[in-house]
């Protein structure tokens, strides 16, 4: 999503020809405070598939933290601080921890450790994870205590039953490959895949047994206006952008993410922490 600001106002101010010129406070609204509001959105899951032990399992799921410069420490304390009142069985993270200087990742680590799901945290790249420094960040969400899922699947069990979660590598930035991911899974498990572009899921739904993809990358656009919706979002995130979609016989998530890039603005579109309930 590489945009400049003279192209982002250039089309914000078309845009306004319609919708009406933004006034000095829904600017300020959007630069100063929507920015630094998280959101906890809940959302109920259904999955046909999914076993008797795992009726209500709880998954906490943000993504795109871009840490620094306009995406403070104090943020994602806040997504945490969310995610932990949420008491999940699982945390999410789908890529995209760092922005601007890869370093950043180690600022994360005492914030991310204070994550305490039942079951443990995991984590795929994004593409700027990628363009910064993978190994870098890969070694700093080790440090944090959460588990990197590069091309590859576990089993999660609760109590005689169990699921598949698998972690595949970031579509545009990454080496992806599905087949690793999944090579692990046995029998007919319900699977969960998080990988950071939605829309791969285009690509996976028809050869892989995906039930549910979680996924962040668009931030939902970060501006969104009545009627118009998003207005840019990045490539690979521009069907599937924000909210829950079904893709056949699977389902895609897309967390509005917590971070912002190229301009420190929201409208329409706090950062998220999603808290997912899954039912039968």
């Not at 943020?75 to 995610?83: H, P």
């Not at 950071?196 to 993809?213: A, T, Y």
């Not at 924000?242 to 603005?265: E, K, P």
């Amino acid at each position: 999503m590489k945009v400049s600001r003279r192209k982002f106002l250039h089309i914000a101010g078309g845009f306004g020809v319609s919708v009406g010129v933004p006034s000095a406070v829904e600017v300020g609204y959007a630069t100063r405070i929507e920015p630094l509001r998280v959101m906890l959105e809940e959302c109920r899951i259904r999955i046909p598939s999914l076993p008797t032990a795992f009726e209500g399992f709880r998954i906490a799921l943000f993504s795109d933290i871009h840490l620094y410069p306009f995406t403070p420490v104090q943020v994602v304390q806040d997504a945490v601080r969310l995610a932990n009142s949420f008491r999940p069985d699982l945390v999410i993270l789908p890529g995209d921890f760092v922005w601007r200087t890869v370093e950043a990742a180690f600022d994360l680590v005492p914030v991310l450790s204070l994550l305490n799901p039942a079951q443990g945290t995991f984590a795929v790249l994004g593409n700027h994870d990628h363009l910064k420094g993978p190994e870098i960040i890969a070694k700093a969400l080790a440090q944090a205590g959460v588990r990197l899922l590069r091309n590859e699947g576990i089993t999660i069990q609760r109590g005689r039953d169990s699921i598949y979660l698998a972690g595949i590598d970031s579509v545009w930035g990454g080496k992806p490959s599905p087949v690793a991911a999944f090579e692990n899974r046995r029998g007919e498990l319900t699977s969960i895949v998080a990988v950071h572009e939605p829309d791969s899921i285009r690509n996976l739904v028809p050869r892989f047994p995906v039930d549910l993809q979680l996924s962040g990358h668009s931030h939902g656009g970060q501006v969104r206006l009545p009627v118009v919706g998003p207005l840019i979002l990045p490539p690979m995130g521009e069907i599937y952008n924000m909210g829950l979609y079904r893709v056949g016989s699977a389902q895609v998530y897309t967390t509005r993410g917590i971070g912002t890039i190229h301009l420190n603005v929201r409208f329409n579109c706090p950062p998220e922490v999603t808290a997912i309930t899954l039912h039968a």
